[in-house]
């Protein structure tokens, strides 16, 4: 996963993500992967506020200069019906046949229905065919995550009201859900954590979570470990305690191959509940080493500041 552009534009945590054309790029909760040497982002498409507008699609080279690319999914009917919630696409690429496989998380208006959805596609792009859902061995599933192991094995994380958050592992084809890994509650309580994102460097796992405020923004933790099946150290928090996380909830952690090794990008979201589709992007350079993981503020930075 590397990006190297020459020049990399000026990334401004805080503000709106622009693309082209100046438009507001509908980036959030977004899912990202480097692919032939260039960034492809999707998000959830805000324009009808939290219900189902559609799922859109942006490349870049630098993470900052944004190219609209066209919507990746678009309403329908039954579970991508305009009264519907289609949120967190996280797309996979699958290496054996070069399919983009696209996991969401599907619900009804009341979030009630809590589900797995896949769809999938020969470019990453578009047009993506949306293939159903399932609830994961039975379980709950809201906001979702992914991560690819080395060997190529995909892994869904997935936030259960019931057992906390979920590692799962996923079939080979990536499309449905295999085998329970394991499940992480939040100190204290019954639940786990949501918005989860995982990365892993020098051998050890490094699990990241928001708390489950809504679009209300919490102080965000993470654990390590080093298998995914634990042990898992206790949550910490990755940025100072009451900045609720730079008034962010994570969506994302970013590997960036750098010329001086792998570097990680925090790709959080800034919600503006009564105008969703102008939520500013909160993407900050993130210091991951040792076991810590820790975000500082900077106004602007460009991915040569890695
Ligand atoms: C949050 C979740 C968001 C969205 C929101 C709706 O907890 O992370 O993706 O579902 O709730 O209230």
Redesign the pocket.
Known sequence: MSADPSEPGVIRPGHVVLDQNGDVAQLH?IGILNWNGRFYAWGENKAAG?AFTGISCYSSGDLATWRYEGESLTRGEGELAPDR?V??PKVLHRAADGAFVMLL?I?SSD?ADARLGVAIADTPVRPYRYLGSERPLGNLS??IGVFVADDASGYLLSEDRDHGLQIYRLSDDYLSVESLVTSLLKPGATHGY??PTMVKHEGLYYLFG?D????SLNDNVYATAPDLAGPWSPWRLLAPEGSHTFES?VSVVLPVETSHGRRFVYCGDR?QRDELFSSPAVWLPLRIGSGRARLEWVDEWTLADL
């Open positions: 909760g939290s919630v949120e967190r998380h619900d979030y809201r906001d949501e918005s928001s489950l405020t809504g679009w909830q919600w």
